[in-house]
């Protein structure tokens, strides 16, 4: 069994140190160390969501409108996808995305085009409105994120980074 995070006087305290320490009290046969780093990773997410949805919010977007704009948008120009490669990107079944590409042709802010490589296929394009859109939210966004990371060194950025990596590697699709 791991041994609980040692705090130091002066480090900040936070909700999941009284939940882990309950735990303890409570149930000391268990192992409660997974808590002490996934309750927060849980909480931030948390957070994290309704920052984005503020920051999108902010430019008249969802969440998923985002997602599927920022996926054309990395895909650099001419900013086109297949439909099956925005459901790669953004991990939702053929009916949300055929759902969601309807709904953003209706807002103006992507386009459908005939495939240049197969006849019966369409791309999914991102319309100029689209672009200006995704990329002001996303500065926003970033912003934002940076708020969040603020208390954090550059080192201790830099770890976090390679360990949440670490975490989510084996869960590549």
């Known amino acids: 069994m791991s ?3 040692s705090v130091d006087a ?13 735990w303890q009290r409570e149930r000391p046969d268990l ?30 977007l969802e969440s998923w409108e985002f997602d599927v704009l920022a996926a054309l ?11 099956g490669q925005l459901l790669r990107e953004t991990m939702v079944t053929s009916g949300t995305m055929t759902n969601r590409v309807d709904r953003l042709v209706t807002r103006g802010l992507v386009g ?11 791309l999914v394009t991102l319309t100029a409105a689209g672009k200006d859109d995704v990329d002001a939210a996303l500065a926003d966004l970033l912003a934002a ?8 060194s550059d080192d201790q950025h ?3 980074a390679r360990s ?7 869960y590549r699709t």
């Open 112 to 122: 459908r085009e005939s495939h240049p490589g197969d006849r019966r296929g369409v």
């Open 3 to 5: 041994q609980p995070l």
């Open 73 to 83: 948008r990395r895909a650099g120009d001419p900013y086109r996808l297949s439909p």
């Open 145 to 152: 994120e940076r708020t969040i990371l603020a208390t954090l």
């Open 158 to 160: 830099d770890q976090l």
């Open 164 to 170: 949440l990596r670490s975490l989510l590697a084996p």
């Open 10 to 22: 002066d480090e900040p305290r936070d909700e999941v140190d009284a939940v882990v320490q309950a």
């Open 31 to 60: 192992d409660t160390a997974p808590m002490e780093v996934l309750s927060r990773v849980t909480r931030l997410a948390r957070h994290l969501d309704r920052l984005r949805r503020s920051a999108f919010a902010a430019h008249g």
